[in-house]
């Protein structure tokens, strides 16, 4: 079962999401985070929210700006909004009486729910899925209009046949976010996922996470398992271990 709904972004713009519903009484609730450009309905984020309410943890996943059903521009977005609008989807979670326990992100939405965490209310435990412990990481999958976007203020950029209004203020503010002190000030139980062989965001990133964490602090080796998560099983694998650590964190406190 599946609810659609909206809230109000950090910007303004509304935000268009899904919360996957458990079947029977709900063991908790969570946001999810999605990928760069991905979306709500990336295999990552649909498989594992539909995993764990599969196994009774209720899931919001929602696209960004400017992505999916959401209103507003992509090129008008940065680290900071994504991790604030992170922290919008819990206040929408907790104004509808779901409070979030559990925030779970994927690549760079694992980076924005690490920064998110201390803010978001309710949440009680933070899972990352293939993040990177830099941000500006993704400058990568834009490296070819980088100089383009630095000189004239904006380029064009076409991403899995959409195109995208690359600016120089995202390219400033995600290369001015720092992890390490928002890891090391979490005091939240962490669960860290990771393949050893993700060709997109390397294993070192999750080994950098977790020695800057401090306990509680879990790491799961995601063997086989490629960066997004489009493999048989690879996603609903995840969503079990999410489910069954989490278990812990739920519920009343």
């Known amino acids: 079962m599946a609810e659609r709904v909206k809230f109000q972004s950090s910007t303004g713009p509304m935000l268009a999401g899904i919360i996957d519903l458990p079947e029977g009484t709900p063991r908790g609730w969570g ?10 309905d990336s295999p990552a984020a649909a498989r594992i929210c539909k995993q764990l309410a599969s196994d009774g943890i209720g899931m919001l996943r929602f696209d960004a700006i400017g992505l999916g059903d959401s209103e507003g521009h992509w090129g008008d977005g940065s ?22 326990a559990l925030l779970v992100g994927h690549s760079f939405g694992g980076a924005s729910v690490l920064s ?10 933070v899972v990352t899925v293939g993040a990177p412990i830099d941000p500006s990481h993704v400058e990568k999958q834009y490296d070819d209009i980088l100089d383009c976007v ?13 195109e995208l209004t690359l600016k120089r203020d995202f390219v400033e503010d995600v290369r ?3 992890l390490h002190s928002k890891i090391k000030e979490l005091h939240l139980p962490l669960l860290i996922l990771h393949s050893p062989t993700d060709n997109t965001v390397g294993i070192e990133n999750a080994s950098e ?22 493999g048989p099983g690879q996603a609903k694998r ?16």
């Not at 994504?82 to 979030?100: H, L, Q, W, Y």
């Not at 630095?150 to 959409?162: D, I, T």
Request: include cysteine; charge should be positive.
């Open 176 to 178: 001015a976010a720092k």
């Open 116 to 125: 998110a965490a201390r803010q978001a209310p309710g949440v009680r435990a």
């Open 79 to 100: 680290f900071t909004h994504k991790t604030n609008d992170v922290i919008e989807a819990c206040k929408f979670m907790t104004e509808r009486g779901t409070p979030s």
């Open 209 to 230: 996470i977790f020695r800057t964490a401090r306990h509680p602090r879990s790491f799961v080796s995601l063997e086989g398992t490629e960066h997004l998560l489009t």
């Open 238 to 253: 995840a969503g079990r271990i999410i489910g069954a650590w989490a278990d812990a964190y739920l519920g009343a406190k």
């Open 31 to 40: 946001v999810f985070s999605h990928g760069f450009t991905l979306g709500k």
């Open 150 to 162: 630095l000189a004239n203020g904006s380029a064009q950029w076409m991403v899995g046949g959409r």
